[in-house]
C-alpha cells in the first residue's frame, strides 16, 4: 500500500469497502434485503432504546463485562522459559474472559445485536451457519430467549467433531441441519445458509457468525465485537494504569479479533497479532488465508481466499472447526496489506500444546480455537520485556472440545 | 453494437415466437462429452445456449447444478478449458448466440481484461454473473459493455419497481427473470404470476425478457413462453444429463441423446406456444 490512512477505526467506505476489500458480491434476489438491513443497522445504531437493550442484555444475560485476569502461572512460566536460554524477558500476560460469556465464547456478543435487529425488522425466522457450534449455540439460545425460529446450518464433518454443541442447539429448540455438499465444513455450511436465505427471503434474517459476507454484515459484527477491546482498555487502565504493549486473538472470519483490535488501532503503541490455523503445516494442508491465499470474491465479499490458480475455493484444514475456513473478513485483508496488523499462524500440534498448557497452569480449558493464539503468546512472550502488557483473548472455553482432544490423547498413550 | 443475441431476438420477433434457452455445465460429465451435448443443441431447437462456468462454491444453484459443476471439475474443467471449448463449438457454428454464466471469482482471477478478450475470441456473446448486483457494475459489466459482450442481469421476484431502473441500466442482450425467489431446480412459479411479472418489467425496458428457475415440462415451457421472449431450462436438462450416466458417474453412449430429445421436446413446447401479446 502506497499511502497509510489517518484512522485504521473509519472504513468501510459507504460502498462498504475497506480498501480494495468487502463491498456486495450476492445475487440480486438478497440485495434489497440487504439494503433494508444496512439501514436498519444505522437506524438502530443511533437509537437511544436500542443500545439501552443492548447494554441491559449484555450485563444481565451475557454477563458482560468478561474479566481481564493476569495469567499470574503463564506468566512465571513463560519468564522462567526466557531466563534458561539467557534473557530477562516475560511478559505480563493478561487474558480477556469471551469464555465466561454466557454460552461460551464470545459469539454471543455479536448474536444479541443481530437478533435485537432482526426483531426491530420484523423477522421471524433465523438462519445461521456455524463451524464450531459456538455461533450456532449462540443463536440457538437468543431464538429460545426471543421465541423465533432457527435454523442452523452446519457441515457433516463438524456436526460429527462438535457433537455437545449440536445436543446443546437441538435442547434450545433450534433445528440442526447438516450439510453433505463440498467439503462438508464450514463454507459449505455459509453457502447452503445462503440458498436457504435466497429462498426464503421475505421472512428471514440470516445471522452471520463472523466479520464476513456483504456489507453491511463485516461492519456491524465488528461494531457488536467491539465491546471486548472497549472493556479491554478500560480493565488494562484499571489494573495497570495504561494502555496494553500488545494484543493477540486467534482467526477464523477473524469476528473475535476484530473486536478486541478496533478500539486500539489507532493506538500507534499497541503491537497487534492475529493467528491464523496452519493446519497440518503452511506447506500442507491448513487455514491460513491471509499467510497462504490471495484476493478473490467468495461469500458476497473481496477478500483472501484459500484457491488455486483457476479461482476455485481450496479445501481448509484445521483441528479446530471454527478456523477451519478458507477465507477471512475482508476488514482483516486491508489491515494485514497496510501492516497495520501481524499476521502469523499456529499448526494443530501447536494448538493442541497450549491447550494443554493452559489447562494445567491457570485451569483454565481453552477452546481450540483460542488454543491457536495462545501458542503464539508462548513464542512472543519470553522476547518481550517483563513489563510489557500483553493481551490474548480468550475467545471460548474448551467444553466442546473435551470429546474430540480426550480422543487424540487417549490415541497417543496406547 | 450488434451482437448475435440482438440478431436472434430480431429474427425471433419476424418469425412470431419466444426462444428456447437452454443451461448446461461447460465439462459435465467430461469436457468431450460435454462439446458434443453442446453441438447437438441448435439441432434440437436451442435458440441460445447458456453454459455454466463450473466453480466450487455455487452459492445460488440447487444440487443438480451444484452437482453438475462438481463433475465437470473432477473431469478437469477449467475456465481456460470452457473457453477452448466454445471456440471449438463456434467452428461449425457461427449463428447461435453462447452465454456464459456463473459466479465472479473465477473470472476475477483469471483477470477480467484477459477474460473479456479471450471469451469474444471464443466466441462468447453474453455474461451472467450470478454474484455481481448493479452496486457491483464497475467489476465487471462495464468493461464487459466497452468490450461488445451483453451482459445480461438477473431480475427477482424481490426487484421491486424502485430497483428495477437500477438492475436495467447497464443490462443488454436480454433481461432474465428469475421467476422464484430460490435456487436454481427449485419449484416453478405459476405462468400467471409470471406473466405480470414479465409485464412489469417490460414497462421498464424494451428489451426481450426470458424466464428461468423451475421450467422442467414441455407444457411449463410452453406456457412461459407465452408470457415471455423466450423460456430457459437448466435443471431438468441436467438432471436428464445425470440420469444417463452409469454407476460411476461417467458418460455413456446415450448421453448426447439424452439431452438431445429432452431438448428438442422441450423446443417443440416453446415453439407451439402463441407469442406473447406486445
Ligand atoms: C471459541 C471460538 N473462537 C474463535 C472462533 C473463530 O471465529 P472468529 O475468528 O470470527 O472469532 C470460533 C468460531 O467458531 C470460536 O468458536
Known amino acids: 500500500m502506497s499511502s497509510l490512512p489517518n484512522s485504521f477505526r473509519s472504513g468501510p ?25 444496512e439501514r436498519a443497522y444505522a437506524d ?48 505480563k500476560i493478561y487474558l480477556k474472559r469471551e469464555e465466561l460469556n454466557h454460552t461460551g465464547s464470545h459469539k454471543v456478543n455479536n448474536v444479541l445485536g443481530q ?8 423477522k421471524k425466522r433465523i438462519i445461521a451457519e456455524t463451524g464450531a457450534g459456538q455461533h450456532g449455540v449462540a443463536t440457538a439460545t437468543l431464538c429460545a430467549r426471543f421465541g ?102 486467534c482467526i477464523g472470519g477473524g469476528s473475535n479479533a476484530m473486536g478486541l483490535f478496533h478500539p486500539f488501532l489507532d493506538e500507534s503503541s499497541v503491537e497487534i497479532f492475529g493467528v491464523e490455523a496452519a493446519g497440518h503445516g503452511l506447506d500442507k ?27 476455485q475455493i481450496e479445501d481448509a484444514h484445521s483441528i479446530s472447526a471454527g478456523l477451519d475456513y478458507p477465507g477471512i473478513g475482508p476488514e482483516h485483508s486491508w489491515l494485514h496489506e497496510t501492516g497495520r496488523v501481524t499476521y502469523l499462524s499456529a499448526t494443530d500440534e501447536e494448538a493442541l500444546g497450549a491447550f494443554q498448557l493452559l489447562s494445567r497452569l491457570e485451569g483454565i480449558i481453552p477452546a481450540l480455537e483460542s488454543a491457536h493464539a495462545i501458542a503464539r503468546v508462548i513464542e512472543l512472550a519470553p522476547g518481550r520485556t517483563k513489563d510489557h502488557l500483553m493481551v490474548v483473548n480468550l475467545s471460548g472455553r474448551g467444553d466442546k472440545d473435551v470429546p474430540q482432544v480426550g480422543d487424540i490423547l487417549k490415541g497417543r498413550k496406547k | ?54 466453480f466450487t462454491d455455487p452459492m445460488a444453484d440447487g444440487p443438480a447444478v451444484q452437482a453438475a459443476g462438481r463433475r465437470a471439475l473432477d473431469a478437469g474443467m477449467t475456465l ?51 454474484d455481481l448486483p448493479p452496486e457491483e457494475d464497475s467489476e465487471l459489466c462495464i468493461p464487459a459493455m466497452k468490450a461488445g459482450l451483453n451482459f445480461i442481469r438477473l431480475a427477482t421476484p424481490t ?66 413462453a407465452e408470457r415471455s421472449d423466450g423460456a430457459v431450462v437448466g435443471s431438468a436438462l441436467v438432471d436428464a444429463l445425470s440420469a444417463s450416466l452409469d454407476a460411476e458417474g461417467k458418460a455413456t453412449s446415450g448421453t448426447v441423446q439424452a439431452v438431445a430429445s429432452l431438448a428438442a421436446a422441450l423446443a417443440e413446447g416453446v415453439r407451439s406456444a402463441r407469442q406473447a401479446a406486445e
Not at chain 2, 436472434?8 to 419476424?14: G, H, I, N, T, V
Not at chain 2, 430497483?163 to 428469475?178: C, D, E, H, K, Q
Request: charged share 25%; with cysteine.
Open chain 1, 13 to 37: 467506505d459507504e460502498r462498504g469497502h475497506f480498501g480494495m476489500f468487502g463491498g456486495r458480491f450476492v445475487a440480486e434476489t438478497l440485495m434489497p434485503l440487504i439494503l433494508d438491513l
Open chain 1, 44 to 91: 438502530a445504531k443511533s437509537d437511544a432504546a436500542f443500545q439501552r437493550d443492548m447494554a441491559r442484555y449484555r450485563k444481565d444475560y451475557i454477563g458482560r463485562p468478561s474479566p481481564l485476569y493476569f495469567a499470574e502461572r503463564l506468566t512465571d512460566h513463560l519468564r522462567e522459559i526466557s531466563a534458561a536460554s539467557g534473557g530477562a524477558g516475560g511478559a
Open chain 1, 115 to 122: 437478533i435485537l435487529v432482526a426483531r426491530r425488522m420484523g
Open chain 1, 148 to 249: 423465533l425460529d432457527c435454523v442452523v446450518y452446519m457441515g457433516a464433518v463438524d456436526v460429527a467433531r462438535q457433537e455437545p454443541n449440536v445436543i446443546r442447539m437441538e435442547m434450545l429448540g433450534a433445528k440442526v441441519v447438516p450439510v453433505q455438499s463440498g467439503t462438508r465444513t464450514l463454507k459449505d455450511a455459509m453457502n447452503e445458509a445462503l440458498r436457504d436465505w435466497v429462498t426464503n427471503v421475505h421472512d428471514t434474517f440470516y445471522c452471520i457468525g463472523t466479520v464476513a459476507g456483504p456489507h453491511p454484515y463485516p461492519m456491524m459484527v465488528r461494531d457488536f465485537q467491539s465491546i471486548i477491546g472497549e472493556e479491554t482498555r478500560r480493565q488494562m487502565q484499571e489494573a495497570e494504569g495504561r494502555l496494553p504493549d500488545s494484543l493477540i486473538a
Open chain 1, 285 to 311: 494442508q491448513h487455514a491460513a488465508s491471509l499467510t497462504g491465499g490471495r484476493p478473490g470474491v467468495l461469500h458476497g465479499n473481496r477478500t483472501y481466499l484459500l484457491m488455486n490458480g483457476d479461482g
Open chain 2, 1 to 54: 453494437m450488434t451482437t448475435r443475441i440482438d440478431t436472434r431476438f430480431a429474427e425471433l420477433r419476424k418469425q412470431g415466437r419466444s426462444a428456447f434457452v437452454t443451461f448446461l455445465m461447460a465439462g459435465d460429465p467430461d469436457p468431450a462429452t460435454s462439446l458434443a451435448i453442446i453441438k447437438a443443441l441448435p439441432r434440437a431447437g436451442a435458440d441460445i445456449i447458456e453454459i455454466g462456468m463450473p
Open chain 2, 80 to 130: 481456460t478449458g470452457t473457453l477452448r471449448m466454445i471456440g471449438e463449438f463456434r467452428k461449425d457454428d457461427d449463428s447461435t448466440p453462447v452465454v456464459l454464466m456463473g459466479y465472479y471469482n473465477p473470472v476475477y482471477i483469471y483477470g477480467v481484461e484477459k477474460f473479456l478478450d479471450d471469451a469474444r475470441a471464443a466466441g462468447v456473446d453474453g455474461l451472467i454473473v450470478v
Open chain 2, 159 to 224: 426487484t421491486d419497481d424502485k430497483r428495477l431502473p437500477a438492475v436495467l441500466a447497464n443490462t443488454s442482450g436480454f433481461v432474465y427473470y428469475v421467476s422464484i425467489t430460490g435456487i436454481t431446480g427449485s419449484a416453478a412459479a405459476d405462468s400467471t404470476a409470471v406473466g405480470a411479472a414479465v409485464g412489469r418489467i417490460k414497462r421498464h425496458t424494451s428489451l426481450p425478457v426470458c424466464v428461468g428457475f423451475g421450467i422442467r415440462t414441455p407444457d411449463a415451457a410452453r406456457g412461459i
